[in-house]
């Protein structure tokens, strides 16, 4: 009996379900990690550090998922998604888990930077390009709503968060968190193999050609990759910082919230509708890339500006302003950087592909956010009371 071919990518079906799995698995990772800044004053204050050491808490969470994607691509290529996103979600269970008993901010940086970290490494990069794998003519937008998780989940986490450590305080959150990103254990049974005609037909023969380095020698993935590394130096610091910075302008904790939610809200509708717009093929992929890696710029600059164009004791409106704006800048860039690669390696290697482009995007994750934590004051001052006339309440 003959083993039928492979076929094309379906673009739908099933599809769909992998689409809503990578949703889930983005919401679970880049959504939390967005959301975390909230506990950051917490963190400061028990262990009695300032922004800049708290800050690296998300720092190498960041650094240690993008940095070790392609690890998670190398083992998804031996031994398939489902898997690794299974094992990767009880690995970032674990260090929330771990976390929530620290005695001091090292066991911080161990449990969420390092054991989490790790564990959103296997799950990120093979779940999106599992995505990629199951469409063709609608590959943007198939992309674009499973990369919407992180803004769906900063919307609804980030004052959800800010309820938990009301009332449960950091600990108590913390092992609540560890149950919910539990559920990307599921998320990953959801990620069905898919043979494509232009899949590899051997396995690769060692662990360091599964990391596919080799790609490096396409002149253009290259260059794709070193320019995300420039991008990523100021990607993340608004994420980082936007809440923490909120809370140290005495916001209080529901108007910090309010303010990821702000960037949720853009970001969510960034990469809709830049999804749409790619898939309808009036201007090439690349140099839409080149003009959403600009506005990504230019929205970094809006949120800079906040304290030139308000006073301290206005800086709320300006602040909300400023995160909508980059939420939309930096939603439609997300979408396109990942969405290019099957054009620029091939379909079979675009689990790889998505791995080092993670890899390079830790350099700037790793630098950024901790090195612009000098610019706030030494030590985060708590969320005032209502009492003291919070602007939020």
Partial sequence: MMTPKPTGPPDGGWGWVV?????????????????????????????DRNAQETAWVSALALA????????????????????????????????????AFAHSLLHLYLGLGVLAGSGWALVFAPALGTVSRYFSRRRVLAVGLALTGNGASSLLLAPALQLLLDNFGWRGSLL??????????????LLRPLALPGDPLALPR??????GLGLFRHRAFLVLTLGTALVGVGYFIPYVHLAPHALDRGLGGYGAALVVAAAAVGDIGARLLCGWLADQGWVPLPRLLTVFGALTGLG???????????????WGGPLLAAAGVYGLS????????????????GIGNVVQATGLVMMLLSLGGLLG??????????????PPSPASGDPAL
């Fill in 369 to 382: 956010p901790p090195l612009s934590g000098k610019g706030q004051s030494q030590q985060i001052r708590s």
């Fill in 300 to 314: 970094l600059l809006a949120v800079g500006l906040v304290p030139v164009v308000g006073n301290e004791d206005s």
């Fill in 64 to 99: 240690v998922q993008q940095a070790a994607s392609p690890v998670g691509s190398a083992l998804s290529t031996r031994w398939g998604a489902r898997p690794v996103v299974m094992v990767g979600g009880i690995l970032t269970s674990l260090g929330f888990v771990f976390s």
């Fill in 330 to 345: 930096a939603g439609s860039y997300a979408p396109l950087i990942f969405c290019v690669l099957p054009e620029l390696v």
């Fill in 176 to 189: 609540l968190l560890g149950a919910v990103t539990l559920h990307l254990t599921p998320c990953g049974a």
């Fill in 206 to 211: 060692s662990p360091l050609a599964a990391l």
């Fill in 19 to 47: 689409a809503a799995a990578g949703f889930a698995v983005n919401g679970l990772s880049y959504g939390v990690l967005r959301s975390l800044g909230l506990a950051f004053p917490d963190f400061a204050e028990y262990f």
